[in-house]
């Protein structure tokens, strides 16, 4: 075996790497035997090596090199430039005046200070960081059993349903065998009687055979006929099938999770995670619909009637009516701050907001935007009419115009005063949108659709940003008064959903992004016009008639992000529905 490489052997001296290491060379790090500790001493005399026995190795402290002179050791430590300095650099004049310290002073400082914050972290800070790791999997194993019991409700509640259904379909079909059996007993008893009848009537033909063959004449005159009775036909019984007819449920009508926010406890300020606004994410926070809408307040605007609102903030609105001013108000406090009167003295068929807090409205044939209180023509048009103006995402004004004829009717993309796009037929091309002088609004989507609300076509028509139709909305069956679908105003929110008045049936319908209805809201509206949200997803609502803007909270207020040192988490209330 070879003593050198074995795993199982001792160690062994650094210098021969034959003899058993025995002592130690604290100034150099060197393993030695006996015999070579000379050698050590005698291969480098500039040194003051320190030899101990292996046991002891490490006893001596190492002084920290000069970083100027390579070959000395530092003793010393220069405070004011707060490095080590050797005999060399207190000699010369690169430290003079300088305040000095021993360096195992400031090693001693050093060190006491090092087993402070030691003794900090594991007395204190990792104990603490064990207790919130033990919570958090404490929480964890909460959350798992509540979200095992949830989804065991959910499993429980769909059996309630399956059993309840079973029962029903039971009943029902018992109903079926039961109808079935009478209609059946009765046509039975009529297939008797009729079956009773042909019987008698195969005797009379038989006995009427015998007399015609008989040479008897006396049996010719007893024969009497009971021809007329059966000339008489049964009549015919006419048995119709119940109908069935399946009624409409909703799923959500069966079972529903209501969303709600629970807020952890913040630790430590300093420990505070950063949230990205939604913008800054690829997607915004998951809203959850509110299942009864609230009111907020009421602002009076003092209009003959009210027709326009666009959010300038989450605190302010811009309103127009049927004179030549608009309006901004303060949503909180519901006062006047600011009226603007239109270039031309006519009113606005349309306000809009850029994303730059700009003014933008419509008024005969121009598209005008307000910047400074200064009013700046940007669209003039020839033979069409604005109706509605929207400003997109990108920047870009939407506008949906009426011909002077009023037989046309087309969307326009404007970026700045050049035409981009224009979108008025569909691939066959057929018109997309009505003509007529009726209400028409135009919004833009969070995904970039166009969505209009057209009174006279009583539909919403949503295009994509190609300017491919989408689908067509038409509306939604409401008791009790259930009037034709008549959208005017429409806005989008966050999630986007589309939002759209109905005048006939006082309410607003929201949508989702594929035109499925989801619910509505009526919060006691009459006549909605227009609409907007603000960045928090409320909705303003023109009432028209009243002269009032009404502000309807109608989401939850919930954040998605959850953090271990605060912030929100969604959780879910199992809602089931009775039967």
């Known amino acids: 075996m070879d003593a050198r490489t074995s795993a199982q052997d001792v160690m062994r001296c650094d210098l021969c790497e034959i003899e058993v290491v025995q002592m130690h060379c604290d100034t150099c790090l060197v393993n030695l035997c006996k015999a070579c500790v000379g050698e050590h001493f ?186 007329d009775e059966y000339r008489k036909l049964p009549k015919k019984i006419t048995v119709s099938i119940p109908k069935f007819i399946p009624k409409k449920l909703q799923a959500d009508q069966l079972f529903s999770l209501k969303t709600i926010s629970l807020k952890s406890d913040e630790h430590d300020d300093s420990m505070k995670t950063t949230q990205k606004s939604p913008e800054a994410g690829s997607s915004p926070p998951v809203k959850q619909l509110l299942d009864e809408p609230e009111t907020v307040t009421t602002i009076d605007t003092g209009y003959g009637e009210l027709y326009n609102v666009a959010c300038l903030s989450d605190e302010e609105i811009w309103t127009s009516g049927n004179d030549n001013t608009m309006k901004l108000y303060s949503i909180n406090q519901g006062s006047l701050l600011k009226s603007i009167t239109t270039k031309s003295g006519n009113k606005p068929s349309d306000i809009a907001v850029t994303k730059s807090g700009d003014l933008v409205y419509a008024a005969d044939r121009t598209v005008n935007i307000v910047k400074n209180e200064k009013i700046e023509e940007v669209i003039r048009l020839q033979k069409w009419i604005p109706q509605g103006v929207c400003s997109t995402s990108s920047g870009d004004l939407l506008v949906i115009m ?89 806005t989008t929110d966050s999630q986007s959903h589309i939002l759209t008045s109905d005048y006939y049936n006082e309410c607003v319908h929201i949508i989702d992004q594929d035109g499925q209805f989801l619910r509505k809201i009526d919060c006691g509206l009459r006549e909605p016009q227009e609409l907007c949200t603000d960045t928090n997803d409320n909705l303003f609502v023109v009432q028209y008639g009243k002269r009032q803007v009404m502000k309807i909270k109608v989401v939850w207020d919930t954040k998605r992000n959850f953090s271990y040192m605060g912030h929100y988490q969604n959780m879910h209330t199992f809602v089931p529905v009775s039967i």
């Open 402 to 490: 009426l011909s002077v004829d009023e037989k046309q009717t087309k969307v326009v993309r404007y970026s700045g005063s050049t035409e981009k796009q224009t979108i008025q037929f569909d691939d066959k091309r057929k018109p997309l949108y009505s003509s007529g002088p009726y209400y028409r609004y135009i919004t833009e989507n969070r995904n970039l659709d166009i969505c209009v609300s057209d009174s006279e076509a009583r539909a919403v028509v949503v295009v994509n940003q190609a300017g491919k139709l989408r689908f067509r909305y038409s509306g939604y069956t409401f008791t009790p008064k259930n009037k034709p679908f008549y959208p005017r105003g429409i």
């Open 42 to 227: 005698s291969a480098d005399l500039s040194k003051p090596h320190k030899i101990v026995h292996f046991k002891d190795k490490k006893s001596t402290l190492i002084h920290p090199r000069c970083t100027s002179h390579d070959e000395e050791t530092c003793e010393m430590f220069c405070t004011q430039c707060d490095v080590p300095i050797c005999t060399i650099c207190l000699a010369s004049d690169q430290h003079l005046g300088h305040k000095l310290a021993r360096v195992l002073e400031i090693r001693d400082k050093k060190r006491d200070n090092l087993v402070k914050k030691q003794t900090e972290l594991k007395e204190k800070i990792y104990p603490n960081y064990q207790d919130n790791a033990s919570d958090v999997q404490n929480r964890m194993s909460q959350l798992e059993k509540g979200y095992g019991d949830l989804s065991t409700a959910i499993t429980k509640h769909g059996e309630h349903w399956h059993r309840e259904i079973d029962k029903l379909v039971k009943k029902l079909k018992a109903e079926v065998d039961e109808m079935k059996n009478t209609q059946l007993q009765t046509l039975q008893k009529h297939l008797d009687k009729i079956n009773k009848t042909m019987s008698d009537i195969e005797e009379e033909i038989k006995s009427v055979d015998s007399v015609l063959e008989s040479t008897d004449i006396s049996s010719l005159f007893s024969l009497s006929s009971t021809l």
